[in-house]
């Protein structure tokens, strides 16, 4: 079912659980990031080939 926007703007109640899945999306994208940041900085001080550090 589409909603128009402009003839029915959001309730407060679905503006709010619109805002809070976005922060939670960020914040896992976030979360990821420096989860891949963490990983590549371990990587580089203990290479697991073994190889010249």
């Given amino acids: 079912m589409e909603r128009n926007y402009e003839e029915q703007p959001l309730t407060n109640e679905e503006r709010l659980k619109t805002e809070e899945t976005t922060a939670d999306l ?11 940041e963490f990983q590549k900085e371990i990587e580089t001080q203990f290479p697991l080939s073994g190889g010249e550090a």
Avoid: I, P
């Fill in 26 to 36: 960020t914040s896992e994208t976030e979360k990821e990031q420096e989860e891949e």
